[in-house]
T-cell receptor, first 112, second 116 residues
Framework: KQEVTQIPAALSVPEGENLVLNCSFT??????LQWFRQDPGKGLTSLLL?????REQTSGRLNASLDKSSGRSTLYIAASQPGDSATYLC???????????FGTGTRLKVLA | EPEVTQTPSHQVTQMGQEVILRCVPI?????FYWYRQILGQKVEFLVS????????KSEIFDDQFSVERPDGSNFTLKIRSTKLEDSAMYFC??????????????FGSGTRLTVV
């Protein structure tokens, strides 16, 4: 059974720091992995999607990597800003199913 | 950019009542999904729908729940005889390909259901 774990659960950093969020999953048979952002009480905003055949994806200050064989993905945020404060969710789509399996998220607070 | 639209954004209902949550997926998408997130917990899969039938459902999706695509644009989740524990944020999603293709799934902004 696929399980997704995210560490740390919460992170507080001063503005301008580069930071790394971690996601691990137990079964490497996946279609893809998505990183989402969720603001309090709000919906899910897709940040980056990495296909199983890819190693990384970049969008602006965000870079996500995927090491399928070791069951790990990282989300790198460069030069963090207070507006980056949110919960970041990692989700994997296992091969042969339609359902994303989500992690519990990392709650990020960037201090001005 | 195309988006998935959900209505209402917040619904309060009495325990035992029926509710219908509505979603308008992206127009050329063929696969539709419902997820839910109980406050403080993980986002959980409920059901996927393709070609006018359920393709996969979770243990949560029991006889209390049903989905329908009543016309060419809407996708609905009906919850019969609501319970307090049904209170959650419900997310609709759609995708153009099985497995999400190059774009993954696009999620709506959610409906917060509060059962009192």
């Amino acid at each position: 059974k696929q399980e997704v774990t995210q560490i740390p659960a919460a992170l507080s950093v001063p503005e301008g720091e580069n930071l790394v969020l971690n996601c691990s999953f137990t079964d490497s048979a996946i279609y893809n992995l998505q990183w989402f952002r969720q603001d309090p009480g709000k919906g899910l905003t897709s940040l980056l999607l990495i296909q199983s055949s890819q190693r990384e994806q970049t969008s602006g200050r965000l870079n996500a990597s995927l090491d399928k064989s070791s069951g790990r993905s990282t989300l790198y945020i460069a030069a963090s800003q207070p507006g980056d404060s949110a919960t970041y969710l990692c989700a994997v789509l296992p091969s042969g199913t339609y359902k994303y399996i989500f992690g519990t998220g990392t709650r990020l607070k960037v201090l001005a | 950019e195309p988006e998935v639209t959900q209505t209402p954004s917040h619904q309060v209902t009495q325990m035992g009542q029926e509710v219908i949550l509505r979603c308008v997926p992206i127009s050329n998408h063929l696969y539709f999904y419902w997820y839910r997130q109980i406050l403080g917990q993980k986002v959980e899969f409920l059901v996927s729908f393709y070609n006018n039938e359920i393709s996969e459902k979770s243990e949560i999706f029991d006889d209390q729940f049903s989905v329908e695509r009543p016309d060419g644009s809407n996708f609905t989740l009906k919850i019969r005889s609501t319970k307090l524990e049904d209170s959650a944020m419900y997310f609709c999603a759609s995708s153009g390909n099985e497995g999400g293709g190059n774009y993954g799934y696009t999620f709506g902004s959610g409906t917060r259901l509060t059962v009192v």
